[in-house]
């Protein structure tokens, strides 16, 4: 009689109901409304760079597949969300051809270089803005003043497509003609050269912070409602998509340092609620730091992987080299995450702590 054979059969899984494609189609839904404030507010031409980045991200990952003779994974929906996201990160006038350069780094170098998704280190999207910042700094740095559709300063849908596709290389005429200055950019510039910071962006700080929460005001699409953008977070805990940890670790890690250096010095640092609504920390808190793959696992480290986006991010835009920190901020984090992950371990179930 031979012995029965001893089986160790895996622990049981419960399916949590949720699924890759689900996840992603529940941000990208949390996002539409603030994209479709960047159009409002900027025109046509954040359309068409919304569309040409999404469909870059599509059909090199697409390619990707099929170089690697892999399945196609464009149906789980996460090449869609890194274009939407890319896009949020951009000028509203970006030229065509830094879309489509864009869309490939992140979805060839960022991710699939790494195995695909669930592998990579650093979020894509970002690592692809940061890579566009370094390598084009004046197409990146040239904002747009806002032009809300239906005013008699829009352009029609022929001169939005226009300014994306008709000037290639963008001439630096033209980058001249239509570049303005960000509140971020502003202050730091200004600042740098000895004034305060009401000489700097002028009473109330030079522009309506009831607007800045509402996204009249110049940045990247994803800077311009900082409310929607609020709204969309809510709407991502809600769903149960992510956890409060980061995105409140996150904002305390720019506000805290904020308040201080304000209290000390209010002439030369602007208060905390200039830098929750200016620049991309909500969307950076919300949309960009939270992605599963590329944080903590545990509360405990996503909350001190949360609070050093938030310090870096208020470090870089005080005293760094560009007025906006949070792209910096975020992947710096990103390359932290395993050693956040070794140390921030929960104890192992039954077995005994260790005490200095």
Known sequence: MSPTPLLTPSSPHVHGGSSIPALMKAVIWALLPAAAMGVMVFGWSALFVMLITVAACMVTERLANAIRRRPSTLND????????????????????????????????????????????????????????????????????????????????????????????????????????????????????????????????????????????????????SALLLTLGGIYLLRKKVITWHIPISMLLGTVVPAIIFWYTNPAKYPDPFFHLVTGGLILGAFFMATDMVTSPVTPKGQLLFGFGCGLLTYLIRTWGGYPEGVSFAIVIMNATVPLIDQYSRPVIYGKAKKHA
């Open 77 to 224: 929906q996460s090449a869609a969300l890194t274009g939407l996201l890319l896009a949020m990160t951009l000028p509203p006038n970006s030229p065509w051809w830094m879309c489509v350069v864009g869309g490939f780094f992140a979805m060839l170098i960022s991710k699939h270089l790494y195995g695909g998704l669930g592998y990579n280190m650093f979020n894509p999207a970002l690592i692809a803005r940061v890579f566009l910042l370094v390598s084009f700094p004046v197409q990146m740095t040239t904002w747009p003043a806002p032009a809300p559709l239906l005013s008699e300063h829009a352009l029609s849908l022929s001169e939005g497509l226009a300014m994306i596709i008709s000037s290639p290389f963008n001439t630096p005429e033209l980058l001249d003609a239509i570049a303005t200055a960000t509140p971020l950019g502003q202050y730091r510039t200004e600042v740098s050269m000895g004034h305060t910071v009401r000489e700097a962006l002028g009473g109330n700080y030079g522009f309506d912070l009831f607007a800045a929460v509402g996204g009249m005001i110049k940045g990247s699409l994803g800077e311009t």
